[in-house]
């Protein structure tokens, strides 16, 4: 994640808080050259650029989000932006077929875990109607 932040009571750098999933992640500092952003506040300088390496979630979707911390006067620390993201699940392979399943519905929810990313890699849905194992109970 990057970006760039001031606070408009001091020209110096500020934190930034970064949040996985409603987690504190990292804390940076936006002190980075930001030559664009001196050109527009020109009296802040250009150290307010960030950037935050966060570590990777496991599979589903997650949301990140970044706060501008604070300095001086008020107690409020902005938004900076959140963005949802999904991270799929490893590739199963084709290891798996319809005898390692009780049920269709098991078979199903493995096929609808993995089909979105990866497609029928396992070959359950015979006759490609989106229904894994239709043989099984």
């Known amino acids: 994640m990057q970006g ?4 408009p009571e001091t020209p110096a750098s500020i934190d930034v808080h970064v949040y996985l999933d409603g987690r504190l992640a ?5 002190d980075r050259s ?6 527009v506040y020109p009296a802040y300088g250009a150290a307010h650029g960030f950037s935050a ?15 501008a911390i604070n300095v001086g006067d008020g107690t409020t620390n902005p938004q900076l932006g959140c963005r949802q993201f999904t991270v799929a699940p490893a590739n199963p ?6 005898n390692d399943f009780a049920t269709q519905r098991a ?5 609808n875990r993995y089909y979105p990313y ?3 890699v396992a070959r359950l849905d015979g006759n490609n109607d989106g229904r ?3 043989s099984l109970p």
Request: hydrophobic residues 40%; charged residues 20%; aromatic residues 10%.
């Open 4 to 7: 760039w932040t001031l606070d």
């Open 26 to 30: 990292t804390v940076t500092t936006a």
């Open 34 to 39: 930001r030559p664009d952003v001196a050109d």
């Open 53 to 67: 390496v966060l570590p990777t979630p496991g599979a589903g979707v997650h949301s990140v989000c970044a706060f």
């Open 93 to 98: 392979g084709d290891d798996v077929d319809c």
């Open 107 to 111: 078979a199903q929810e493995w096929f």
């Open 118 to 120: 990866y497609g029928d």
């Open 132 to 134: 894994a194992c239709e």
